[in-house]
């Protein structure tokens, strides 16, 4: 054997700047923590801005920016500053490509998967 193939770990889609997601955590938590209960259905219920990768982070890679966050589940997004947040609402979420869930360039698509998942359609 001369030639050995090297296999992708992921297989996942790199997001470009600005497009649309829905993500989740496959990291488990407690889920009897209502906080965390709160924060995986804030994630299937709204869609985040892709605003870079993150460099720094091999696992963590993907940056979203999330708008309107409760206060509660402020814990679970990452701390530091960004030039995309502007109020005290907005927060970057650094997830890792398996956790992306949906990807596309209209926000109206990722809209619909929501509403279908809320109805089991």
Do not use: Q, W
């Amino acid at each position: 054997m001369k030639k050995i193939k090297t296999f992708e770990l992921y297989s996942y889609n790199i997001p470009d700047f600005g497009d649309f997601a829905i993500c989740t955590d496959v990291v488990k938590y407690d889920e009897s923590d209502g906080r965390y209960i709160m924060y995986i259905n804030f994630l299937n219920n709204n869609i985040g801005t892709f605003v870079g990768e993150n460099k720094n982070n091999e696992i963590y890679k993907f940056n979203f920016l999330y708008k309107n966050v409760p206060e509660i589940i402020h814990d679970y997004f990452s701390e530091g500053r960004s030039k995309y947040i502007h109020d005290k609402t907005s927060k970057i979420l650094n997830v890792t490509g398996t956790d992306i869930l949906h990807t596309s360039k209209s926000k109206e698509e990722l809209e619909l998967i929501i509403a279908a998942n809320k109805y089991n359609l």
